[in-house]
T-cell receptor
Framework: GDSVTQMEGPVTLSEEAFLTINCTYT??????LFWYVQYPGEGLQLLLK?????DKGSNKGFEATYRKETTSFHLEKGSVQVSDSAVYFC????????????FGKGTTLSVSS | SAVISQKPSRDICQRGTSLTIQCQVD?????MFWYRQQPGQSLTLIAT?????????ESGFVIDKFPISRPNLTFSTLTVSNMSPEDSSIYLC???????????FGPGTRLTVT
């Protein structure tokens, strides 16, 4: 069945370091891909999305490119801040109305000053 | 994006009791989704709620344990029945975005069962 695999955490970085969180997926067809962020004590927020191959989603300095050839959607940020400390979830949708999202297990990012 | 509210935001309940969680959306939506997030885990879909019809449950979730109501296009409830400590989780509702397949989530209900 369809699935999403994320790198295990926690990821611990110093402020201004470069961030990569790996995400790969297994799905038939052409899913849409998403990154969600969950700050401590809060709900899930959509961070960015990409709906077709080679699309790049970006928001708040974060980027991810939909790579169909490697079935990947890695999250990157050039310079992390303490405020980026959160849990990041990669997810896919099968592009049908009413279809639920399939989530990865989440990666905890901790940024220290 | 839709604005979604949930009540209660958190609760501590005794074993064997039931809790009803409310989800309110600021616009009309066809489908609403209920997810569970167990401590330190990812999100698992409980059911999909379509207005005017029975909810569709995922494997491992049953209507007797998690009855869902969907009386109109902006509101839904999820009841966690006959609770045990294993039901301690965050419960989230979500709706699908307009014209896309992303989903927007409520702030969640943090449930602790003692």
């Amino acid at each position: 069945g369809d699935s999403v695999t994320q790198m295990e955490g926690p990821v611990t970085l110093s402020e201004e370091a470069f961030l990569t969180i790996n995400c790969t997926y297994t799905a038939t067809g052409y899913p849409s891909l998403f990154w969600y962020v969950q700050y401590p004590g809060e709900g899930l927020q959509l961070l960015l999305k990409a709906t077709k191959a080679d699309d790049k989603g970006s928001n708040k300095g974060f980027e991810a490119t939909y790579r169909k050839e490697t079935t990947s959607f890695h999250l990157e940020k050039g310079s992390v801040q303490v405020s980026d400390s959160a849990v990041y979830f990669c997810a896919l949708s099968k592009d049908q109305a009413g279809t639920a999202l399939i989530f990865g297990k989440g990666t905890t990012l901790s940024v220290s000053s | 994006s839709a604005v979604i509210s949930q009540k209660p935001s958190r609760d501590i309940c005794q074993r064997g009791t039931s809790l009803t969680i409310q989800c309110q959306v600021d616009s009309q939506v066809t489908m609403m989704f209920w997810y569970r997030q167990q401590p330190g885990q990812s999100l698992t879909l409980i059911a999909t709620a379509n207005q005017g019809s029975e909810a569709t449950y995922e494997s491992g979730f049953v209507i007797d344990k998690f009855p869902i109501s969907r009386p109109n296009l902006t509101f839904s409830t999820l009841t966690v029945s006959n609770m045990s400590p294993e039901d301690s989780s965050i419960y989230l509702c979500s709706v699908q975005g307009q014209g896309g397949y992303e989903q927007y989530f409520g702030p969640g209900t943090r449930l602790t069962v003692t």
